[in-house]
């Protein structure tokens, strides 16, 4: 009767017993089961961008911007040299005075021109409508006239030995004139259709050839005005 016994036990054994682990995860490319983790114990799922064609991230591969990585709105520029959006007078400075060769303009729009020694012999004129600063720093320096068309302001500094020994006229909404060097702005000078006129003579020594002021506002200082 024993054997009989056997038999059932192995019956029961087969028929009940629970699934193996095994079977409950599919085996892995090498045969062995996949728990869904790596080897080293880690999740086998990606939290990144899958890698690309080259081994770099797929959002590389797309050109799309990496995490972090901000993409400034408008941020293009143009060729060529950058016009500064605040200041519009900039770019008419630039093609009046720098394109023509007769000065250089500053950041603010204003066109300068600067004579060293025995430089601007010629008459000088500044632009029309463009904001003008003639400065005359060397000895004998502006031997022609100066010429200030309308426009919002010219400023001309005879600030070397005879400098600016021949006529300037000023027809600017404000008109500077500094004759701060010996024997200076010995000719005459004129401020003519304009609002104000200001007028520095260092010494008894310049502005030998006069001054005519005819604007409204006229700061000749301790010269007399000739007009």
């Known amino acids: 009767m024993a054997r009989p016994v056997v038999v059932v036990v192995l019956a029961l054994s087969l028929g009940c017993g629970g699934a193996q682990s095994s079977d409950l995860v599919g085996p892995g490319a090498d045969g062995s089961a996949d728990s869904g983790f790596g080897g080293d114990g880690a999740s086998s799922m ?3 961008p899958a890698p690309g064609p080259d081994g770099g991230s797929s959002a590389e591969a797309s050109g799309l911007p990496e995490s972090g990585t901000s993409v400034e709105a408008g941020g293009a520029m143009e060729s060529g040299t950058p016009i500064d959006a605040g200041n519009p007078n900039l770019g008419d400075c630039l093609q009046a005075c720098d394109q023509q060769g007769i000065g250089t303009c500053d950041s ?3 066109c300068v021109i600067t004579c060293g020694t025995a430089q601007c012999g010629n008459d000088i ?3 029309a409508n463009i904001p003008c600063k003639v400065v005359c720093q060397g000895t004998d320096s502006c031997a022609g006239d100066i ?9 001309v500094e005879c600030t070397g030995t005879r400098a600016c020994s021949g006529d300037i006229t000023c027809s600017a909404e404000t008109c500077s004139f500094t004759c701060t ?4 702005c010995s000719g ?8 104000t006129c200001n007028v520095d003579c260092g010494s008894v020594a310049t502005c030998g050839g006069g001054i005519c002021c005819s604007d409204p506002a006229c700061n000749l200082g ?3 005005n000739g007009c």
């Open 181 to 184: 060097g010996t024997d200076s």
């Open 125 to 127: 004129e500044c632009p």
């Open 108 to 110: 603010s729009g204003v």
């Open 147 to 155: 010429d200030c068309p309308p426009s919002t302001s010219c400023d």
């Open 188 to 195: 005459q000078l004129t401020c003519q259709s304009g609002n």
């Open 46 to 48: 990606h939290d990144g």
């Open 222 to 224: 301790k010269q007399q």
